[in-house]
């Protein structure tokens, strides 16, 4: 039975990136705010700490900082004929877990999405009709302009301290910055990064062939900056320990680096760690959220009333909360019907490697980090003329070694031993003068891939497990094909001696890591028929819950998701603070 | 679930002992009575637990935690075969690869207490993953008693460790094309693929694990170890980075001589 706790005026799930900002904002409103995190506290004197920071078996061989599947895994399969099994151990993506989430893990590359992202749908079927659309892919309107998003892209930009190159100010194109990007109506808060060889490399040959090439902005800071809550943050080291670890240096943005030192003195918020929600309480007509009940790590359960419930877990555990919780209609896969688990998709990571003449090329990859490199958009979701090419869609192309701990970034050319003096050697030559290319291109909704609850397999307090139905499409295959022959192309140029093209293909495996850029399945939009939240992020049918993160994504952009769920997480706590409390009610009348 | 102490169950929701230990002496404010507590912070600032890191415990050298005396002296002969000694570096067995193997079998890694491993257990496609019940410490136990079946019937009755150079690295790449046949659940390939997995990470991770003894693949390949900050080498382009490796315990010309 679980033991009624005192009333809050809002709960929030999850404290990472989302759950630290919406909590950040709503505090400074004057509401108590309770957060409920399922993992442990983490800080970066403790958890980052420096004399073991550096620590490739621990950090990355082991994933010593993100969600054990002992606590939570998930199932999947390809298609629903086939049965889902458990992801034993996590692979194809890395879900975060404890305070600061999946953000203290990330890469740190922070993008805009492209303008026309928000209505992809009226964008395709504008340029090239709707036939150009296949009818199996569900790709829709986010319900809002990448113009309304402009404010609050600035505002997380400014709060992580993004460093980059302007590429449009006010509509001006800005030279070495990226010239497909929206309209910005300032500079990034801290100038760009400095580039090592490769990225360098790959700059200058790319501008010969007629590429633009601009720096990643990277919320790894170029330099030492204070954030508008008065965080200060220091300088990257380029440590190569980044991707897949925490930040010892204070250098990339994360919830402890530039919410957390001014929320947790707040008198009006409550932390709660090692938490975990069992599901969100409603009132009998179902139409409004009464709180959550949750379960401590001694198995004692909680009934945490609230007015507003707001659900900011990785993504994943935001559409399984729903779910379980019986909030909106579940995606039927024969129908077509129901929206909630649908519009499920993910990131092509597509990758060129370079093996270049050890002689003569010494790219020193372990110098670097997540977001230190450089980049091209022309091949960019439409940034360039699908007409006649059979698909739509692609990705952002970039160099940027993030680090070469030895353990798992020690690639061989094709052909060479994997074991004995031979495969010695070929690794020692190849260790300093291999290159990668990627080009982390769109996803596309497919009705056939999408999320439910799995019929099986239950986590440790016996509820069922998120299940994935997913495969690449046809579209998103051929796109893949195409972009990577591109980036070949460019590799080929830079001087590589031998390459090693790795365009993704079917079918979608959860064994290899590929990306965390896990996205929707509560797609957010105008029409309920198609959507779970509207544009604030509020649900269409409990209009006390909003839900921030990549769960609202009805497709995936060629880019990271992470500076537009921050963008998200900045709109939906204004939208709460200037609308709801005026009003509690919905803020779409469908 | 299986585990019952407290300390087991934090590290299912991914805290450190040391921090269980540290806020249970502080004595934070809980919600229930009993085991383990969940925390309540407010209005405090951040709680910073003085002590409460938990660097990585050194890996010293010593007898076998996990395997029985000859299991070690094969996987042993294994290790040195995968990565023989030569002019670039000692050998795998030299460089600790199995000393490695053995603690991380004897650790969580070994009895798979983060993964997912509740039931039914049934057969998966390639894209599913490992589908089996099988820890990796119960593949090695069963691994390496397969290839002493193998090695005693196939093999005019000798052990791994009695074949010669030669013969090991022949029956190595069999197993690697998964072409011995094991009894048992745990076939060649798979055995071999995890061995080779094991021995690699042990070369090339810190040496406070056991293995990579005083940085010999990091000298071999030029990785400059946990340096931390090479910002004054971004800009220089090209360039042989000058100065030698440091693991987290630092480097052995740093101990105090005599």
Same mark, same amino acid.
């Given at each position: ?590 | ?152 019937? !196939? ?17 190595? !790449? ?30 090339? !991770? ?53």
């Amino acid at each position: 039975m679980a033991r009624k706790l005192p009333h809050k005026d809002v709960v929030v799930i999850g404290l990472g990136w989302t759950g630290a900002i919406i909590a950040n904002e709503l505090c400074d409103e004057g509401l108590d705010v309770v957060a409920l995190e399922r993992g442990p506290w983490r800080d970066t004197a403790t958890d980052f700490n420096l004399g073991y920071a550096p620590d490739e078996l621990r950090y990355n061989s082991r994933q010593e900082l993100m969600l054990r599947p002992a606590q939570t895994a998930v199932t999947a399969r390809n298609n629903a004929d086939q049965t889902a099994l458990p992801m034993r151990q996590y692979g194809s993506f890395h879900p975060g877990n404890g305070v600061g989430g999946a953000g203290v893990h990330w890469a740190g590359i922070t993008w805009r999405f492209s303008p026309y992202d928000f209505r992809l749908r009226s964008h395709y079927t504008e340029r090239y009709g709707a036939q150009a659309i296949p009818d199996d892919m569900t790709i829709q309107d986010w319900g809002l302009s990448y113009e309304e998003m402009e404010p609050y892209y600035d505002r997380f930009e400014y709060l992580a301290g993004v460093s980059g190159k302007a590429g449009n100010l006010n509509g001006q194109i800005q030279d070495g910055g990226n010239p497909f990007e929206g309209q910005r109506k300032r500079e990034y808060p801290n100038p760009p990064m400095m580039q090592t060889f490769g990225p360098t490399l790959f700059a200058e040959t790319a501008a010969k062939m007629g590429y633009k090439p601009f720096p990643i902005p990277s919320s790894l800071l170029s330099r030492t900056y204070t954030n508008p809550l008065g965080v200060t943050m220091g300088q990257c080291t380029f440590c190569g320990f980044c991707t897949n670890y925490g930040c010892a240096n204070y250098s990339k943005a994360s919830a402890q680096t530039t919410v957390l030192p001014v929320l947790m003195r707040k008198p009006n918020f409550e932390l709660r760690t090692l938490c975990e929600v069992l599901k969100v309480n409603l009132d009998p007509s179902g139409k409004r959220a009464t709180g959550v009940t949750y379960v401590d790590s001694s198995g004692d359960e909680f009934e945490q009333p609230a007015d507003l419930v707001v659900l900011c877990a990785f993504m994943l555990d935001n559409v399984r909360l729903m779910l379980l919780s019986g909030v909106g209609t579940p995606y039927d896969v024969r129908t077509g019907k129901g929206t909630l688990g649908r519009n499920f998709c993910y990131q092509m990571a597509n990758q060129v490697v370079g093996f270049f003449d050890p002689k003569r090329y010494n790219f020193n990859n372990f110098i670097g980090g997540g977001a230190t490199g450089m980049a091209i958009d022309e091949l960019n979701n439409d940034n360039f003329d699908h007409g006649p090419l059979g698909f739509l869609g692609g990705g952002s192309t970039r160099c940027a070694p993030i680090g070469a701990e030895p353990i798992s970034k020690r690639p061989t050319p094709p052909g060479s031993p994997t074991w004995g003096s031979g495969w010695k050697r070929a690794m020692r030559d190849s260790y300093l003068s291999n290159l990668s290319v990627g080009c982390e291109a769109s996803s596309y909704a497919n009705r056939g891939n999408f999320l439910d609850l799995d019929p099986t397999y239950t986590d440790r307090l016996g509820r069922p497990l998120l299940r994935i139905t997913f495969d690449f499409p046809d579209n998103d295959v051929r796109m893949s094909a195409y972009v990577t022959g591109k980036v070949a192309e460019i590799v080929r140029a830079m001087g590589a001696q031998q390459i090693v093209e790795n365009p993704r293909t079917r079918p979608w495996s959860v064994v290899p890591y590929q990306s965390t850029h896990v996205v929707g399945g509560t797609a957010m939009g105008m029409d309920p028929s198609t959507s779970v939240v509207n544009p604030y992020l509020q649900s269409w049918d409990v209009p006390n819950l909003f839900t921030v993160g990549a769960n609202v994504f009805p497709q995936n952009s060629g880019f990271n998701p992470t500076g537009t769920v921050g963008a998200l997480a900045f709109r939906a706590a204004d939208a709460i603070r200037t609308r709801y409390l005026k009003s509690p009610g919905p803020l779409v009348h469908a | 679930m299986s585990k019952t102490s407290a300390a087991d169950r934090l590290d299912v929701l991914g805290t450190s002992r040391r921090r269980f230990l540290a806020s249970t002496a502080m004595g934070l404010v809980v919600l229930a009575t009993s085991g383990v507590k969940a925390r309540v912070l407010f209005g405090t600032g951040l709680p910073w637990d003085s002590g409460a890191t938990d660097p990585p415990r050194q890996v010293l050298p010593g007898p076998w935690q996990f395997f029985t005396p000859r299991e070690g002296e094969v996987v042993e002969a294994i290790v040195e075969r995968l990565i023989p000694a030569d002019e670039l570096s000692v050998s795998g067995k030299d460089a600790g690869c199995a000393v490695f193997i053995d603690r991380q079998l004897a650790g969580h890694y070994g009895t798979s207490d983060r993964l997912y491993m509740k039931g039914p257990f049934q057969p998966g496609l390639p894209t599913q993953g490992d589908q089996t019940d099988l820890t990796p410490a119960k593949k090695y136990r069963l691994g390496l008693k397969a290839l002493d079946a193998h090695c005693r019937t !196939a093999m005019d009755g000798k052990g791994f460790t009695d074949l010669s150079p030669e013969q090991k690295d022949s029956l190595l !790449a069999a197993m690697e094309k998964d072409e011995v046949a094991f009894d048992g659940p745990v076939g060649s390939g798979s055995f071999f693929s995890l061995v080779l997995q094991n021995t690699m990470e042990g070369f090339f !991770a810190d040496p406070i694990y056991g293995g990579n003894r005083d940085m010999v693949s990091w000298k071999m390949i030029g990785f400059p170890g946990t340096r931390y900050d090479y910002r004054d080498f971004v800009l220089k382009h090209n360039q042989k980075y000058p100065l030698p490796p440091v693991s987290i315990g630092g480097r052995s010309d740093w101990a105090r001589k005599g």
